[in-house]
């Protein structure tokens, strides 16, 4: 059973929007922090923006102003709203939520392909 559920991924066109949503499973206890990261072919992986369980939120320079992260913590989900989106935003992007024991439980990705 996957602890983490990506869905929302998809082919936009540039400037256009979509919104992710990570839902974690009722068996995922003890969450603290949850976030975003994305992988383009060739690239490392990296972060996009995280949340934490008191609201702290940080953002990679490359999405501040044009993404939102935001969380649910009772149905214990994320989203990530992506606005004016670019071909470079172009990537896999990944769900990570950090656990009790300061453990990463990832999800199975989801494909944002921003193309014309």
């Known amino acids: 059973q996957a602890h983490l559920v990506e869905s929302g991924g998809g082919l936009v066109q540039p400037g256009g929007s979509l919104r992710l949503s990570c839902a974690a499973a009722?068996?995922?206890?003890?969450?603290?922090?949850m976030g975003w990261y994305r992988q383009a072919p060739g690239n490392q992986r990296e972060l996009v923006a995280t949340?934490?369980?008191?609201?702290?939120?940080n953002y990679a320079d490359s999405v501040k102003g044009r993404f939102t992260i935001s969380r649910n913590k009772a149905q214990n989900t994320v989203y990530l709203q992506m606005n004016s989106l670019k071909p470079e935003d172009t990537a896999v992007y990944y769900c990570k939520a950090v656990v009790a024991g300061h453990r990463d439980v990832w999800g199975q990705g989801t494909q944002v392909t921003v193309s014309s």
């Open positions: 009722k068996t995922l206890s003890g969450i603290y922090t």
């Open positions: 949340i934490t369980g008191g609201g702290i939120i």
